[in-house]
């Protein structure tokens, strides 16, 4: 099954990019790629084509999946496939390594049902072959799981301090990853809590920050100096929760409806719960009882996210709910030993597995539709009106701010399709005065993909008719674009 995936996903990755239906992510960071492969290679410089007339370096994580993406571009061009192929190594080696782990964990039986848990869910699916850097830090993620499970059992330093390297490089990956630490102290505090007394435990913890925090500190400075951000530390948005969150529905109905879908698949979800009985039963492995709490605890802190925006966040699941799977669906097998025979049961394990790959396959085939839309037509036509070096203003119907909550509005889509620089425009912010200043910026097109945005006799429209001449509309071309007046 494992190779069934892993071919699935090779051709995945060779289909257009606007496969995936939140292509922002995928697009922001194959932009990064794209600027690290024409501008120099500075991996301390990561630049976005929404940064206005400036050279657009912004702060985020450390661009690890972007900066590989861009040498190997020098070798085989530049094309998106070489950046989902890297995600797809790294997906591969996080297979590898989880395989390593789980056999520690469980019985031979058990350990096969959660590799192939793990490789038919939908997350691989989805995000496996994705210009996103999920699973990278899935990998380091699995790495430091793994090397803090060698330490306790064989209590050898090497291991230690290979979790705190592993731990170090999966916050520079995604400081979302730094839960880890939460799971990696119930766990010793289970398993070994006579070990809180030895001062190599606490050194490791403090080296594997070093480097996070220069890297956040190094970040801020790239916001403080140019503007932009992924709302990493320095606002400009905001993935954490709050009561108002907390006390809705939403927040529940969506953490339970990505986790039900996007990690177990729907039908792991009765087998999952089967084999939580059995865990709880058994009292081990401890992982689970170190990993599901300390997920509870991130899944509220960035609550705003795990509910609704962010779907990808819910990836550090995937280890625990594979291992859940894993145990329901041996228990299963266990009491069928005896009772049917070989051939019965081998089938039952057949139609069991095909059960669990069914939302995976449903994301595969929903792959080969063309799913770029609007964004697809405006970089078209925006590439037709323009040329390379144009300033643009791209609208977005995100908001700059959402509840009350600073919001990560800027849209890369249309800017990386279509290869410009400039200005995303928040729903909020579309408003003469903000269109005006960035035309005495040099923004030279303004474009539209939701002419609801700017209805007709709104001030927005009129400052328009004034200002700027429209060089395609929604009606007739799929796409609204103004090239706007010099000085306007």
């Not at 292509?23 to 492969?37: E, K, S, V």
């Not at 520690?104 to 192939?116: D, E, M, S």
């Not at 625990?320 to 009491?335: P, Q």
């Not at 889509?413 to 425009?425: E, P, Q, V």
Request: with cysteine; hydrophobic share 55%.
């Amino acid at each position: 099954m494992v190779g069934v995936v892993v071919v699935l996903s090779v051709v995945r990755a060779f289909l257009p990019m606007p496969w995936l239906g939140d292509i922002w992510r995928p697009a922001d960071t194959a932009t990064i790629a794209h600027n690290f492969f024409v501008g120099g290679m500075n991996l301390f410089y990561p630049q976005v084509n929404w940064g206005g007339s400036g050279p657009g370096y912004v702060e985020a994580e450390l661009q690890i999946l972007p900066w590989i993406s861009a040498a190997l571009f020098h070798v085989f061009g530049e094309h998106a496939w070489v950046g989902r192929l890297v995600s797809l190594a790294f997906t591969v080696g996080g297979l590898a390594v989880f395989w390593t782990l789980v056999k520690r964990l469980v019985p031979p039986r058990t350990a096969r049902w959660a590799l192939i848990a793990y490789v038919v869910s939908p997350a691989v699916m989805t995000y496996g072959n994705a210009f996103m850097p999920d699973v990278t830090v899935l990998f380091f993620y699995l790495l430091t799981l793994l090397f803090f499970e060698r330490w306790l059992t064989q209590d050898r330093l090497v291991h230690l301090v290979a979790a705190a390297a592993a731990a170090s490089m999966a916050a520079l990956a995604k400081p979302t990853s730094l839960h880890v630490f939460l799971i990696l102290l119930i766990w010793l505090a289970i398993s070994a809590r006579d070990r809180f007394k030895r001062p190599s435990l606490y050194v490791a913890a403090l080296a594997s920050l070093v480097l996070p925090a220069l890297w956040l500190w190094h970040a801020h400075e790239l916001y403080v100096t140019y503007g932009n951000t992924f709302g990493v530390i320095s606002g400009g948005d905001s993935k954490f929760g709050n009561l108002a969150i907390w006390t809705s529905s939403l927040f529940y109905t969506g953490n339970v409806t990505i986790e039900a879908t996007l990690i177990y698949g729907i039908i792991g979800v009765p087998v999952a719960l089967l084999g939580a009985w059995l865990a709880w039963k058994a009292r081990g492995p401890v992982i689970l009882a170190a990993g599901f709490p300390a997920l509870v605890v991130f899944y509220f802190a960035v609550a705003r996210y795990s509910s609704e925006l962010g779907p990808q966040y819910h990836i550090f699941s995937l280890p625990f709910a594979a291992i859940l799977i894993a145990i329901g669906a041996e228990g299963i097998a266990a009491w069928l030993r005896g009772r049917v025979s070989l051939t019965v049961r081998i089938a039952a394990a057949v139609v069991a597995v095909l059960a669990l790959f069914t939302q995976s396959a449903m994301v595969f085939v929903a792959s080969f539709r063309d799913q770029s839309g609007v964004y697809g037509a405006c970089s078209a036509q925006l590439d037709q009106v323009s040329q390379p070096g144009d300033l643009v203003v791209v609208s977005t119907t995100s908001l700059a701010v959402d509840r009350g909550t600073a919001n990560n509005y800027e849209e890369p889509t249309i800017f990386y399709l279509a290869d410009r620089k400039g200005w995303s425009l928040a729903a909020d912010q579309l408003q003469p005065s903000f269109l005006a200043g960035y035309a005495q910026q040099g923004a030279k097109f303004f474009v539209n993909y939701e002419p609801d945005l700017v209805p007709a006799g709104s001030p927005l429209a009129a400052w328009l008719a004034t200002n700027a001449q429209p060089v395609r509309t929604s009606a007739a071309n799929g796409c609204d674009i103004w090239a706007l007046r010099p000085g306007a």
